[in-house]
């Protein structure tokens, strides 16, 4: 049966899944939005939630990481964790990109409509369409940077887990060394015994022997002296 931690773990990646998804899709629906401003402006909203939602779901799956209570699970997690990441960082640079397509499409646009006599009021709505098109690309070239030291982060803890798994790994195999030293030791022990016990049953059989040729030669010695018609 499976424990709860790996339940949450599981439940975890299927959330961070289900967001990649759905950032996919908006940023998708930002390359195809011809306008207007407010609807760009929505759509990045709802983007830049999601983006808050899958960071704290990728930061709840790498302290699952830290508090696994086997090594490897922990490297495993942590493994997914950085591809996550680096997956987030994808679709940080798609979302840039797609505003960028979407302040070309605007830009047409406003050469169409320039050519046909534009109002003063449609121009100035375009040049805050600018503006905000601007500041998004500057938000969104922040959370790149953000990103990207997060990434360095996680980069610099998975190479202290390695040096921790190496320092592991050596400490296992002298143990092995020593055990093999021990058992060859115990080994060796183990023959002298059995050697000294034989050493013992054929010492216990010459005394057995010299007494019995002892009694032998004394009864043989009396009989003479006692009975020597016999």
Known sequence: MASSTDVHVRICAQEIIKYDLEIKALIQDIRDCPGPQSALVE??????????????????????AKEQDKESDGLAIQTETESQWKQMLSNQTAWRKANLACKLAIDNMEKDELLHGGENHNTRQRKATKENLVETSSNITESLMSISRMMSEQVKQSEDTIGTLATSSRTVQETNEEFKSMTGTIHLG?????????????????????????????????????????
Do not use: G, S
């Open 43 to 64: 759509l990045n909203a709802q983007v830049k939630e999601k983006f808050n939602k899958l960071r704290l779901r990728i930061q709840d799956l790498e302290q699952m």
């Open 190 to 230: 183990r023959k002298l015994i059995l050697k000294y016990n034989r050493r013992e049953l054929t010492d216990k059989l010459l005394i057995f022997l010299a007494l019995a040729l002892f009694f032998a030669t004394v009864l043989y010695i009396l009989k003479k002296r006692l009975f020597p018609f016999i």
